[in-house]
């Protein structure tokens, strides 16, 4: 069970976070959803709400369902949008007869922190992974600070100094 759980973060997460940045053209603002999923025939599985508030160029979003055999899908993102979408961090509960397996799950990409809860056999389980993951686009660098530091001194100059000293060992 172990290694399925495993592949199948691995695979979601490489998939996501590999995706070329969506640039900001209208900063998100307030959102109140009232969402349902129907099957194919039209007979109701879940009544959701999506709920979306701004602070800053920080969003969170939070999308519940809660479906009609009790069980319950609760995801909250907080993302930045500055200049580009950016996850900065995602929670997702799943539990119920609607999911093969409870799962509580946590990532933060500026830790690269993922953590994992579930159950197995009966057994609560948790699985943590240190995952090295993308920066945030625009996100301040060592490079922007040195830039500000030493006028003339481009971005992309200052972050080529820098690597070329880490690997000569300075």
Do not use: C, W
Not at 86 to 110: C, R, V
Not at 132 to 143: F, I, T, V, Y
Request: proline share 5%; charged share 25%.
């Amino acid at each position: 069970m172990r290694g399925r759980l495993a592949a199948s973060l691995a695979l979601i997460l490489s998939v996501g976070l590999r995706a070329e940045p969506i640039s900001v053209r209208h900063p998100e603002g307030i959102v109140h959803g009232f969402l349902t999923l129907r099957t194919l025939d039209g007979k109701l599985v879940a009544n959701g709400d999506l709920i979306q508030n701004a602070h800053g160029d920080r969003v969170t979003s939070r999308l519940v369902f809660r479906f009609i055999d009790g069980s319950l899908r609760d995801e909250t993102a907080i993302y930045s949008q500055r200049g580009a979408f950016h996850l900065l961090q995602d929670h997702l509960i799943q539990k119920g007869p609607s999911f093969p397996q409870e799962l509580d799950m946590t990532l933060d990409t500026a830790s690269g922190k993922v953590v994992v809860r579930y159950t197995d056999d009966g057994k609560q389980k948790v699985e943590g992974e240190q995952m090295k993951l993308p920066p945030e686009p625009g996100q301040r660098h060592d490079a922007d600070a040195a830039q500000e530091h030493q006028p003339g001194v481009t971005a992309r100059r200052a972050l080529d100094d820098r690597h070329d000293a880490r690997n000569r060992g300075s």
